[in-house]
């Protein structure tokens, strides 16, 4: 699985979460981590690679493993979840070639896996004390 282009993430995800308190981090391989709220820590990076390192790997067997699939309909693509509410995988539409929710699940699952294991944050949207719409 070839990494998902950078630019194309940072559209996709700013355009699907439109919430001026939800944060994003972006991974290498689709993945998107939201965070809300006041945290302990200002490295919004480090704590959504401390919650993907734990949610993000997948663990034949266990919650971990399983997925569901948004379709994105006119938007494109498909949005892939996980067992954590704030761990979000884009597959694109051209994206794995079978557009089965099973395939498509499992190839978002496997995208999630690889960010969840190498941990390579891509861009950092905060949106922390960003005003509200006008």
Request: one cysteine or more; charged letters at 20%; a negative charge.
């Amino acid at each position: 699985m070839a990494a998902v282009d950078t630019e194309t993430l940072i559209e996709t995800w700013t355009r699907l979460i439109d919430h001026p308190a939800k944060s994003l981090v972006l991974f290498e391989h689709g993945t998107c981590v939201v965070l809300t709220g006041p945290a302990d820590s200002d490295d919004l990076a480090a704590r959504a690679t401390a919650l993907l390192a734990e949610a993000g790997p997948v663990r034949p067997g266990s919650p971990a493993g399983d997925f569901g699939v948004i379709d994105l309909g006119e938007a494109g693509g498909w949005v892939v979840t996980g067992d954590h509410p704030d761990v979000l995988t884009y597959v694109g539409p051209a994206e794995p070639g079978d557009d089965s929710t099973l395939a498509v699940g499992v190839y978002g699952r496997g995208r999630r896996h690889q960010d969840g294991t190498g941990l390579r944050v891509v861009h950092v949207e905060d949106r922390r004390g960003a005003a509200g719409p006008a």
